[in-house]
């Protein structure tokens, strides 16, 4: 049994009114700041700023996987964040690049400089002192402000090896959290060796088959940590890459060649995984290509993207009123609120829009009054068989439906395969295009079924506009009457 028009005028009319309080500007009925971070985000092509393409180039005899470009390609995205860029896209092209867009950048050669540095992986001593994940610290090497000559640098070892320092088997290390985070300019933390001295990172699993990250120690750095965990049992070891805490784990045994860190989480064990190997790796990043973009070019783009959106959703009010009557004056209606829905979606999902979004959303726009055009010319042909006005209605939406579902799923499943083609090529335009019409496109489905067939329904029951011109034809509905039985003789 369907709801009653009326109960869902409501909630339309509720729908509404939260998108409109969404999409309007200023803390207005806002008293707990829920709207104080929901915004219209800009990409690097409406408010201008700097797209950079970086190369790996890694020395001879190393080689770059998909796994060490992802983890360098998490390196730049922390960085970034010092940055002060707000909506920044970080995504890698191939197996050897990585495009970096920063919106708003106030100063480009500060910014491809930071992007250049290799990261710089270190595993310090913290003692008794446990460290929260994403806190900034100074060690032995310096502190943020001396990345650049760090790299470069060699870390003391806690001691010089001892002779017992011989390869022993995997011992675990315990993360654990921090009640207490630690100032960046406080204590100084012992570096006790680098990303270079890394041999290898990999999941892997434990005695009793829990999943954990396994890694493996070259060189001389195999006797420097064995003699540093063995003396340090019990104490605490955090992964710091460029200042920043990784993750801090416990000492339950010494280590030499190889060891592993549990007590994480699928997601964690891979995102450390990659953070250790883009560490160990230490890529050199080429600029094969860079681009400054004006703020000026975003605002005209913006300018001329609601401009045209102003003339085309004229156009196709004034072609649905014409030919259509009073159905296309309620599909106009119908688009306004889709408008407004579309961009409180945009909002509360924090979409970046770009200016290839703009044009997914004026497509998405005209999709939309195509589901109308398919239930009023339905109808038309429903009053042309006789059919009253009411069941013209019903039967106009129940056969235009399957249409307007099929080729709507068609082209989100088309949205989806350009949103991944976009990500894989690190093609953000196609993904802003995509994802902007995919979210358009399942919104029309709403506005243009359930609140053009509501405001139809409430016209019918409320006994107005009845006549067959009113709704584009000259043929006149038979008036509602009660079907007689036959009686036997």
Same mark, same amino acid.
């Given at each position: 049994m369907r709801l009653r028009p009326w109960y869902m005028l409501v909630v339309i009319i509720l729908l509404s009114l939260i998108a409109g309080w969404v999409v309007y500007p200023g803390p207005v009925l806002d008293p707990f700041r829920w709207k104080q971070d929901l915004a219209i985000r800009e990409g690097l092509d409406l408010q201008g700023g700097l797209q950079v393409l970086l190369e790996a180039r890694p020395p001879a005899g190393q080689t770059v996987g998909e796994s060490e470009l992802a983890g360098t390609r998490d390196t730049i995205e922390r960085r970034v964040s010092g940055l002060g860029v707000s909506e920044p896209v970080i995504q890698t092209r191939g197996n050897n690049q990585i495009i970096v867009e920063l919106p708003g950048i106030k100063d480009p050669q500060e910014a491809v400089q930071t992007l250049r540095e290799t990261a710089l992986l270190e595993i310090v001593s913290t003692g008794a002192t446990p460290l929260n994940p994403g806190q900034t610290i100074t060690t032995s090497l310096g502190g943020?402000?001396?990345?650049?000559?760090?790299?470069?640098?060699?870390?003391?070892?806690?001691?010089?090896?001892?002779?017992?320092?011989?390869?022993?088997?995997?011992?675990?290390?315990?993360?654990? $959290?921090? /009640? +207490?985070?630690?100032?960046?300019?406080?204590? *100084?933390?012992?570096?006790?060796?680098? =990303?270079?001295?890394? #041999? &290898? $990172?990999? /999941? +892997?699993?434990?005695?009793?088959?829990?999943? *954990?990250?396994?890694?493996?120690?070259? =060189?001389?750095?195999? #006797? &420097?940590?064995?003699?540093?965990?063995?003396?340090?049992?019990?104490?605490?070891?955090?992964?710091?890459?460029?200042?920043?805490?990784?993750?801090?784990?416990?000492?339950?045994?010494?280590?030499?060649?190889?060891?592993?860190?549990?007590?994480?989480?699928?997601?964690?064990?891979?995102?450390?995984?990659?953070?250790?190997?883009?560490?160990?790796?230490?890529?050199?990043?080429?600029?094969?290509?860079?681009?400054?973009?004006?703020?000026?070019?975003?605002?005209?783009?913006?300018?001329?993207?609601?401009?045209?959106?102003?003339?085309?959703?004229?156009?196709?009010?004034?072609?649905?009123?014409?030919?259509?009557?009073?159905?296309?004056?309620?599909?106009?209606?119908?688009?306004?609120?889709?408008t407004l829905f579309s961009v409180a979606v945009y909002k509360i999902l924090g979409v970046v829009l770009t200016l290839a979004g703009l044009a997914g959303f004026i497509l998405s726009i005209g999709m939309a009054v195509d589901a109308n055009v398919l239930i009023f010319a339905r109808m038309k042909e429903e009053l042309r068989l006789g059919r009253t006005l009411s069941s013209a209605i019903e039967g106009g939406f129940h056969h235009a439906w399957p249409s307007i579902r099929d080729s709507n799923i068609s082209t989100m499943i088309t949205c989806g395969i350009l949103y991944w083609f976009g990500r894989y090529v690190g093609a953000s335009i196609i993904q802003g295009f995509a994802l902007t019409l995919f979210l358009g496109v399942a919104v029309s489905m709403f506005t243009a079924v359930t609140v053009s067939r509501t405001f139809l329904r409430l016209m019918v029951d409320a006994g107005v506009a009845r006549h067959p011109r009113w709704y584009g034809t000259d043929v006149v509905a038979p008036a509602r009457t009660s079907a007689s039985v036959p009686t036997g003789d």
């Open positions: 943020p402000e001396t990345l650049g000559g760090a790299r470069a640098a060699t870390p003391g070892a806690n001691g010089t090896p001892g002779a017992n320092g011989t390869p022993g088997t995997p011992v675990a290390a315990t993360p654990v $959290a921090s /009640p +207490t985070p630690a100032a960046a300019a406080g204590p *100084v933390y012992q570096t006790v060796i680098q =990303g270079k001295d890394l #041999d &290898d $990172a990999f /999941p +892997t699993t434990d005695q009793v088959g829990t999943l *954990v990250v396994g890694f493996r120690l070259k =060189g001389d750095a195999a #006797d &420097d940590f064995y003699q540093f965990t063995s003396s340090n049992i019990g104490k605490y070891m955090s992964v710091v890459v460029d200042k920043q805490v990784i993750n801090t784990a416990s000492i339950n045994g010494a280590i030499s060649t190889q060891g592993i860190i549990q007590g994480m989480s699928q997601d964690e064990v891979n995102k450390l995984v990659l953070q250790l190997k883009s560490g160990a790796l230490e890529v050199p990043l080429e600029v094969v290509q860079s681009r400054t973009v004006g703020p000026t070019l975003g605002a005209d783009s913006i300018r001329k993207s609601i401009e045209a959106g102003i003339v085309g959703l004229s156009i196709v009010a004034l072609f649905m009123i014409l030919f259509y009557r009073l159905p296309g004056l309620l599909s106009v209606l119908a688009l306004l609120l889709y």
